[in-house]
């Protein structure tokens, strides 16, 4: 994997903590009325706590917690021991293990994860999702627009940019909506929504 993750396994206590202090409702609220009715089966990519992997299992549907992280993904098996939530050490662009399973998910859920690419990453990224995808299926990314704190990698992306390269990929947009962060000064979130582009009639690129 990259240098994504840089800065998480130190800072993992204090993070795990933060994350859980934020409702699945206040993080997501943009998106909420696009979630399909389950039970789904979810992959979550860049899971940090399982807050949201827990919201999902909490409704009947099944999660594959994503976390390259170790610090993190021990201490998000501990704070929501699911059996509906299952965590795999991999991670984007390649997600070899996942991909290496031959499943395909109904709902592929990023948050607050994907500008930690950086853009030939983000370009295999991509591809790596469309293969994934369940038809139907749909595809939420959260980006995080602002000052990078300290110690992490991270660029800043773009809605427009992310939504031209999920079309590549088949993946139209269906909801961009962006909003200033209730809790952190000069930093503003972008939610975005993609399903499957109409008329495909074949196989993903890439
Ligand atoms: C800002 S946290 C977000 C955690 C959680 N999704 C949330 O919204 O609270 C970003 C997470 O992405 C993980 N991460 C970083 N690079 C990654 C990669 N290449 N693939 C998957 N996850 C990655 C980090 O370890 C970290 O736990």
Redesign the pocket.
């Known amino acids: 994997?990259?240098a994504?993750?840089q800065g998480?396994a130190e800072e993992a206590p204090a993070l795990l903590k933060r994350?859980e202090e934020i409702a699945f409702e206040e993080?997501h609220g943009g998106v909420l009325d696009r979630i399909p009715r389950g039970p789904l089966r979810v992959l979550e990519?860049?899971?940090?706590?399982g807050?949201?992997a827990a919201w999902f299992a909490a409704r009947g549907d099944v999660v594959l917690a994503?976390?390259?992280?170790r610090e993190?993904r021990e201490g998000g098996r501990q704070l929501h021991p699911s059996p509906a939530i299952e965590w795999l050490d991999d991670?984007?662009p390649a997600l070899a293990k996942v991909r290496a399973r031959g499943e395909r998910f109904d709902l592929i859920w990023i948050?607050?994860?994907w500008m930690?690419?950086d853009a030939d990453e983000r370009g295999a990224g991509m591809a790596t999702l469309a293969a994934l995808l369940a038809a139907p299926g749909a595809v939420m990314m959260s980006l995080r627009h602002g000052p990078v704190p300290e110690g992490r990698r991270m660029f800043a992306v773009t809605g427009e940019e992310t939504i031209a390269l999920a079309a590549r990929h088949r993946l139209s947009c269906t909801l961009s909506e962006t909003r200033d962060s209730p809790r952190a000064p000069g930093v503003a979130w972008t939610a975005l929504w993609f399903v499957r582009s109409e008329n495909r009639g074949g196989q993903d690129e890439g």
């Open positions: 994997m990259s994504s993750n998480y994350y993080a990519i860049g899971a940090g706590s807050r949201d994503v976390e390259p992280t993190m991670g984007l948050s607050a994860m930690h690419l």
